[in-house]
């Protein structure tokens, strides 16, 4: 298997404080990963840095080598090409993950166009619509053709993360970075979005680097594990082992407080 | 159709059917203005400079809004005067506009030095009163014309909507569907366009309709200091400010364009108002 996406090193620092340091990973086509931690533990700056979206008040070292580019220090404009074709993300809010004013049908069909520009052709507007109606159907949205023509406050939490998720789909990314894509949902919802996006990725081949505090969530997803503690990678390893047997003490503090909650789930009349 | 039967009606068509009154009262004041306007191109009731009665006439029949001291019809010279205030109004806006939203989206995007800079340029700019930057203008200018009066109103609104353009921009730059644009490797430039112009344009609109208003009251204050259109362009300002000698004896030539003027800008603010209220989707619903 080839690498897709290789992290050696990263230190992410701002005005005088060191934010994530020493963070080295990588991700081959295809594989799962799951990155744990508490809020604030860097989990989301790394990620942001493998898109080499950080904040202009924040910079990187070490090397992110993406598809075989360095993203670390790279100009923005460099970086565009790259970006849709490597990599797609989904995030966490689905409220501001979509543009408020355009009907679903034209962003997801934005994504079609850029898409098929990039392979150097100028899609008709039926084949694009054809495209967005399918990739719609590909997330299990119902009705795709009403959806298509409803502006993002006329659908719901769930429908909106699938609508995004599609538009991620319709870059056909080697790599899909999804920022905590279910913590704003409900649960039974997502169950639903998780199933989908595990069975989107295994389908189309996709690497996917899935962020998330939520073990029980990473579980379901992801192969392995990294779990990320005060801007430091502490720990990693296959999902089922890590989660059984946790050489480090806070991850074994975190499985055991998920533990301890589903016990009390379970014991809960 | 009732509120009740549009929410079941979804996304459908139950918004055309009502249309919002500040739309629709707004619309007839200002189209009333603009039909004018365009009337005068080729009819008025007298010609600008015929001396058709006596001087300082009431209003009666033959003269609508009466006469001025040396007897020109009065109502003439406001019709002109509409065609006038939207002139120098669309003019104004227009470039304040294009040079206003260029500044604003150049600065949200810039580099934080570059931002730092314009931001301070800006509210420089916006310190510096309108009417002292119009005639410092039309001062280096040869003369006061159309143009410079135009100039002057579009340069000093420019900068109150490069100010707006940037906040506005700012703040949608920071939302997650532009991340996830630059994600799926959208250019700034595409970014610009699809992304943060449509959502900052319904207060946008608002703005530039408020500036429209603004831009009039700013011709006409321009023009009652002598540094607007000269004759025989019939100004608003203008024929206020010959009005003003006579105001005791004979006030309809101070009170007939100032109603004139008040039912443009006011036209305008209420149509602004409509306006944002259609352009924007998640408003429709509630009407």
New interface residues.
């Given amino acids: 298997m080839s690498t897709l996406l290789s992290v050696e090193n990263l230190e992410i620092r701002t005005a005088g404080r060191v934010l994530v340091s020493g963070v080295s990973f990588s991700i081959t086509a295809g594989e799962r990963v799951g990155l744990i931690g508490e809020s604030g533990s860097g989990k989301s700056l790394t990620a942001l840095a493998v ?1 080499g ?1 950080l904040p ?1 008040s924040m910079r990187a070292s070490g090397s992110v080598l993406m598809d075989g580019r360095q993203i670390v220090g790279a100009r923005d ?1 460099d970086l ?6 490597s ?7 689905p409220m ?7 009907r679903i049908g034209g ?1 997801v069909g ?2 079609v166009r ?1 898409r098929a520009a ?1 392979d150097g052709r100028k899609p008709g507007r039926a084949e694009v619509d054809a495209q967005v109606t399918a990739l719609l159907e590909r997330v299990a949205l119902p009705e795709p053709g ?1 959806v298509a ?3 993002p ?2 659908i719901s939490g769930g429908q909106r993360q699938r609508a ?1 998720i599609a ?2 789909l ?2 056909r990314p080697k790599l899909l ?1 999804a920022d905590e894509p279910t913590t704003a949902l409900d649960v039974t919802t997502q169950a639903e979005i998780l199933k989908l996006m595990e069975g989107l990725v295994r389908d189309e081949g996709m690497g996917l680097l899935f962020i998330s505090h939520d073990l029980p969530v990473v579980a379901t997803v992801a192969e392995r594990a990294l779990v990320m503690r005060r801007g430091e990678l502490i720990e990693e390893g296959a999902v089922e082992p890590l989660f059984d047997r946790p050489a480090h003490p806070y991850t074994e503090g975190l499985v055991a407080a998920a533990r301890a909650f589903d016990a009390a789930l379970e014991t809960a009349p | 159709m009732s509120g009740h039967d549009a929410m079941v009606s ?2 459908g068509r139950a918004r055309k059917a009502a249309l919002p009154w500040p739309l629709a009262v707004g619309g007839l004041l200002v189209g009333l203005h603009i039909v004018v306007a365009l009337l005068t191109l080729v009819w008025t009731p007298y010609g600008v400079g015929d001396m058709a009665g006596g001087r300082l006439e009431a209003p009666s029949l033959a003269h609508w809004a009466g006469t001025d001291r040396l007897g020109r019809d009065l109502m003439t010279q406001i019709m002109i005067g509409s065609r006038i205030a939207l002139l120098v109004g669309c003019g104004a806006v227009a470039l304040g506009a294009l040079i206003g939203v260029t500044i604003g989206i150049l600065a949200a995007f810039a ?2 030095t570059l931002d730092d800079v314009l931001a301070a340029a800006l509210d420089i700019l916006i310190a510096f009163p309108t009417l002292l930057l119009a005639m410092l203008i039309v001062a280096s200018s040869d003369g006061a014309s159309l143009g410079t009066a135009i100039l002057a109103i579009g340069i000093a609104g420019s900068a109150i909507v490069a100010r707006l353009t940037r906040i506005l921009a700012k703040r949608v730059l920071a ?3 532009i ?9 700034w430039p ?1 970014i610009a366009r ?2 943060v112009l ?2 900052i344009w319904p207060t946008l609109i608002v703005n530039f309709a408020l500036q429209f208003g603004l831009a009039v009251i700013a011709e006409a204050s321009l023009s009652y200091l002598g540094l607007g259109a000269p004759p025989p362009n019939a100004s608003w300002g203008r024929l206020l400010q010959e009005a003003q000698a006579s105001v005791y004896t004979a006030p309809f030539g101070a009170i007939a364009p100032g109603i004139a003027l008040v039912s443009l800008v006011i036209g305008l603010n209420l149509f602004a108002d409509g306006l944002r209220d259609a352009a ?3 408003r429709r619903r509630s009407r």
């Avoid at chain 2, 991340?179 to 959208?186: D, I, K, N």
């Fill in positions: 898109l979206l202009d404009r565009v090409p790259l970006r849709g074709r990599v797609a993300a989904v995030f966490q809010e501001t993950a979509l543009d408020p004013l355009m962003q934005e994504v850029r990039r009403r023509r409803a502006f406050h006329e995004a538009m991620a319709a870059c970075i | 979804g996304n580099t934080r939302m997650d569907y991340t996830a644009a630059r994600v799926a490797g959208t250019g595409g699809i992304h449509p959502n924007d989707p998640t």
